[in-house]
């Protein structure tokens, strides 16, 4: 059964950071792209960055120089580091596995497994 679960999420001031943390299990991590997308209240869900089972790394413009995703392993962990957050930032943060080349999943195409989510809220 494959679990994977976040945590990290909270409140923030604007210009903060947090890091989300990703625990899975249940799956060979290492073969896995990994994701972690967010959702805001009356928006969809949308892919803020990946990374691939080497270590390649894919991020949607409005995080580039902000967000670092990061993996380990060894640890079967997905991390997100956000700094310099925004106000626009704030929503629920999912982590997800996909079972494709992380390439397969820029588009829009969801990722095979999803945990539950952490909200992320900044206050301006």
């Known amino acids: 059964q494959v679990q994977l679960v976040e945590s990290g999420g909270g409140l923030v001031q604007a210009g903060g950071s947090l890091r989300l943390s990703c625990a899975a299990s249940g799956l060979t991590f290492s073969s896995c792209a990994m994701g972690w997308y967010r959702q805001a209240p009356g928006k969809e869900r949308e892919l803020v960055a990946g990374?691939?089972?080497?270590?390649?790394?894919y991020y949607a413009d409005f995080v580039k120089g902000r967000f670092t995703i990061s993996r380990d392993n060894a640890k079967n962990t997905l991390y997100l580091q956000m700094n310099s957050l925004k106000a626009e930032d704030a929503a629920m943060y999912y982590c997800?596995?996909?079972?494709?080349?992380?390439?397969?999943?820029?588009?829009?195409?969801?990722?095979?497994?999803w945990g539950k989510g952490t909200l992320v809220t900044v206050s301006s």
């Open positions: 997800a596995a996909g079972l494709g080349p992380l390439s397969k999943y820029y588009s829009g195409r969801r990722m095979n497994y």
């Open positions: 990374i691939s089972s080497g270590g390649i790394t």
